[in-house]
């Protein structure tokens, strides 16, 4: 009926943009049902309101957050908490790292794991590629130490921190460290430590991956 | 030699999912998490709740997923609407006058993403585009679309708000549409 027709027309904008309240809505849905002219301008403007969504201002969500949906996605899928390094830093830990989202980017073996950096260095980053048992850490935007500390590599197995090489990231800010015989570990952490290495971890990671 | 599902479009990917594939689902929120939580976050405007509505939407899409109808949509189209709906259905049980429009914490600036990934420089992109589209619209036409997507109010509260009549708040939406849909139009030619 064309009455009923224009009352609807009216509508358009404002189902496109879900500001109709439900009674309006299921009513319009049953109308465009018979009306090919309301449908036709429904999915000429729908492109509008579909692109809505992306113009906000773009941020970064919390690493925690991909891990959250995961763990539900994925119950079976290890959740490995990060390791309580010290005691004593147990607390200031909390909320400390971005998180502890781990993205598994390829296969079982080889692969590659996103590594995950203290927000203390936010445009760090870097990833793990294991291949054979053995694997590479790249890390790049790394702060340089200076002279008197290094960057140390620590592999846990369970609940004990086995440290691993020193390494120093220059003037690049790039770090890349080899690393032998992880088949067996449970993450691979790096720490700011003197130089010379420590046997104890000195501080909580500031760089994680969980495996 | 079995492909990189991250070669996939996202439909196939949808595909993969639907069959409950969590890598195909991580895929995903990789392609459009942070879309999600920045959408969330310009709509509930405080990061903790920007996170809880992600999370529910994700996993209500992931148990929902066998509904997702690419007939009807984009896969992206269809995650950040069921996200929008998740966020507007805390703003609508909340009064209207303590509804913002603005986020409410000013941390915006400090989590700009940095433009690392082909996926993050795309949707920063597209972010400039449509909000050029969205600006070039006269103000009232661009308040009352804000009004009714971003703070999900219905025609006849941004009508009681705006005192204009209903029909005009309904028009400006209509026209408002069709300009943006023009502009985005020859943006694109």
Same mark, same amino acid.
């Given at each position: ?22 009674? !309006? ?17 429904? !999915? ?29 996605? !994925? ?92 390494? !120093? ?43 | ?73 984009? $896969? ?22 303590? *509804? ?7 941390? $915006? ?6 433009? *690392?990934?082909?996926?993050? $420089? ?68």
């Amino acid at each position: 009926m064309r009455s009923d027709h224009a009352r609807f027309a009216e509508d358009v904008g404002a189902y496109l943009l879900d500001a109709l309240d439900g009674r !309006e809505r299921r009513a319009f849905e049953r109308h465009l049902r018979s009306c090919d002219e309301c449908r036709r301008e429904v !999915e000429r403007l729908r492109p509008a309101a579909d692109v809505l969504p992306g113009s906000v201002e773009q941020i970064e969500p919390p690493a925690r957050l991909k891990a959250a949906v995961m763990a539900e996605i !994925e119950p079976s899928r290890p959740r490995k908490r990060r390791p309580l390094l010290r005691p004593v830093l147990v607390a200031a830990a909390v909320g400390l790292l971005i998180g502890i989202g781990v993205s598994q980017l390829g296969g079982d073996d080889p692969r590659t794991i996103a590594a995950t950096v203290d927000e203390a260095v936010p445009r760090a980053g870097g990833s793990l590629r294991i291949s054979d048992g053995s694997a590479r850490l790249r890390l790049h935007d790394m702060p340089n130490l200076g002279t008197r500390r290094v960057y140390q590599v620590w592999l846990q197995h369970g609940d004990k921190m086995v440290p691993a090489r020193t390494f !120093e990231v220059g003037e690049t800010g790039r770090g890349e460290v080899d690393l032998r015989d992880i088949a067996d570990a449970d993450g691979v952490y790096v720490t700011r430590e003197a130089r010379g290495g420590a046997q104890v971890p000195s501080e909580d990671p500031i760089v994680s991956v969980p495996l | 030699m079995a492909g990189d599902i991250r070669d996939l479009a996202d439909e196939e990917v949808m595909q993969l999912v639907q069959r409950g594939d969590p890598r195909a689902f991580e895929l995903l929120y990789d392609r459009h998490g942070g879309a999600a939580y920045s959408l969330a976050y310009r709509l509930v405007g405080r990061q903790a709740t920007a996170e809880d509505v992600v999370q529910e939407a994700l996993i209500s899409i992931w148990r929902s997923r066998q509904r997702y109808d690419q007939t009807r949509g984009s $896969v992206r189209t269809w995650i950040l609407g069921i996200v929008r709906n998740r966020a507007i259905d805390g703003l609508r049980r909340t009064a209207v006058h303590e *509804r913002r429009r603005e986020p409410l914490e000013g941390a $915006v600036e400090q989590q700009e993403a940095p433009e *690392r990934t082909d996926v993050e $420089v795309a949707r920063r992109e597209e972010a400039r585009t449509v909000r050029g589209a969205l600006e070039v619209l006269p103000a009232e036409q661009r308040r009352t679309i804000e009004l009714a997507y971003f703070a999900g109010f219905t025609h006849s509260q941004i009508a009681e708000l705006l005192h204009e009549p209903v029909g005009t708040v309904k028009g400006r939406m209509r026209l408002g549409l069709d300009k943006m849909r023009r502009e985005l139009a020859e943006g694109l030619a």
